[in-house]
Each structure stands twice: as structure tokens, then as C-alpha cells.
């Protein structure tokens, strides 16, 4: 009897490895491709070129769920605001997104990199907030005298009075600030993420 050789089924190994520096960076530049906003992408720029850092500065590394929750304590340890860390976890994802869409990472390993939550936020807002009182007194130091003097009140204004992000105000022109239904307002602002206000 003449016996088939049967081929032996092996399973499919599921890559885990470490990414080299050019796939990290490819993956980088591919992320910013996908995005609008130049803040936006100064933003993810700087949170991708911080983790490749790291990830680059550990010894080989292979880039999954408990990688990116060994950088997630890592931020945290460095008293870094939960708006922060979130920002740069959801980064790190979109790293990942694209590193497997170009083959370098395997479904599975993103899957789990997505599973990583971000850090809660307990709804403090930090920093020092200024009081109407504290604003108004802020205001009444700068000398208004001199044109200077009135351009850093208005910029001042605009940004306490309407809340601006500095962006929003470096962007403004001066039609964009009318008078309808008899009070001043600011029309057509395009704000963060291009949301129009």
C-alpha cells in the first residue's frame, strides 16, 4: 500500500514584532496625509514623534495592546492632563491603523491596541481661571493710550470676553465681526476641527 504524504497544516502565525524606525515613520506620514487642519496635524505630529521615541528607545519592543499600556503608565507618570494622554493614545491608534493597513501590524494586534482605554477624567478643570473681577483689572493695566496699547486690550477681549482660542483669534478678520439684531457679534468662526460656530 502506497501511503499519501499528507502536507502538515501549519497555523498562521500571528506577526508580533517590532517596527523598525522607516516603518514607523511611514505609518506617521500616512497618518498626517488623512488629516485637515494644520493644528491638527502639528498635534498628532508631535504625540506620534514622542511615542516613536520611547517605543524606539526600549529594547525591541514589538508594538501591541501591553506596549501601549506600558506608554499610557509612562505619560502618566509624568503628570501629564487625562485631555493629554487621551490625545496621544488616540494617536497611537491611528499609528497602528495605518501600520496594518500597509501590512506591518495584524488585525488582532490592533484590535488590542484599541482596547487600551484612556485615562478618566474626573471633570476638574486644572490650571488657574481668572474671575470677571481678575479679568477686568488685567485689562485696565495695559496702558490703551498708544495703538499697541488698544490692539493687546482687544486681542485680551476677544479672548476673555468670547472665549477664542488663540488660533481662532489669529485667524479673524475684521469682517467677520458684525452688528445684528443690534449687538456685536463674531459670524462664520471656524474653530477646532473645522466645527463652525
Known amino acids: 500500500m502506497l501511503h499519501e504524504k499528507r502536507k502538515k497544516i501549519r497555523p498562521k502565525f500571528r506577526r508580533s514584532r517590532s517596527l523598525t524606525l522607516p516603518e514607523l515613520q511611514h505609518s506617521k506620514t500616512a ?21 516613536i521615541a520611547w517605543y524606539c528607545s526600549e529594547p525591541r519592543l514589538a508594538l501591541n495592546r501591553v506596549v501601549v499600556l506600558r506608554y499610557r503608565l509612562f505619560l502618566e507618570g509624568l503628570r501629564l492632563a487625562p485631555n493629554t494622554i487621551n490625545l ?9 491603523y495605518e501600520a496594518a493597513d500597509s501590512g506591518l501590524l495584524s488585525a488582532d494586534l490592533v484590535a488590542g491596541i484599541r482596547r487600551v482605554r484612556g485615562v478618566k477624567q474626573l471633570g476638574i478643570r486644572v490650571g488657574k481661571w481668572l474671575s470677571p473681577e481678575q479679568s477686568t483689572e488685567l485689562l485696565s493695566k495695559i496702558p490703551a ?53
Open 31 to 51: 497618518v498626517l496625509n488623512t488629516l485637515g487642519p494644520l493644528e491638527s496635524k502639528r498635534t498628532y505630529q508631535h504625540a506620534m514623534n514622542e511615542f
Open 88 to 96: 496621544r493614545l488616540t494617536a497611537i491608534r491611528r499609528l497602528a
Open 145 to 197: 493710550e498708544s495703538l499697541r496699547g488698544k490692539r493687546d486690550v482687544s486681542i485680551l477681549a476677544l479672548l476673555l470676553g468670547c472665549g477664542l482660542r488663540r488660533s481662532e483669534l489669529a485667524g479673524l478678520d475684521v469682517c467677520q465681526i458684525q452688528q445684528r439684531d443690534q449687538r456685536w457679534v463674531i459670524v462664520d468662526l471656524i474653530g477646532k476641527g473645522d466645527r463652525h460656530h
